[in-house]
């Protein structure tokens, strides 16, 4: 789990299907199984596949944050907030565990 792999090892992606019940995007309720294992900071530029770069996004916000001026950002306590083209901040609550 770090920069020699950009696949998801099933062990992991279970934790975070665990952890997460929904996608990670504001508002959206697209259950967490239904979604994909999106890296935070792109692969592309430097992400790792560790826990704290992981989360459930649903194809749609997915497809929305790779082709758009949508911004994620990770904070150490599992936040993830949002920012929209706009400026606009969107924060999402921390896992539950």
Known sequence: MDRTSYTV?????RWILATHTFC????????????DIDH???WQY?????????APVCRG???????SLWKIIRHPDG?????SPRG???N????PF
């Open 9 to 13: 090892p099933a062990d992991l992606k």
């Open 79 to 83: 936040t993830i907030q949002w920012e």
């Open 61 to 67: 916000e997915h497809r929305l944050k790779h082709h």
């Open 88 to 90: 606009r901040v969107h």
């Open 46 to 54: 430097h992400g790792t596949t560790t826990l704290q770069n992981l």
């Open 40 to 42: 935070s900071l792109d």
């Open 24 to 35: 990670s995007f504001p508002g959206c309720n697209r259950l967490a199984i239904d979604c």
């Open 92 to 95: 999402t609550d921390p896992p």
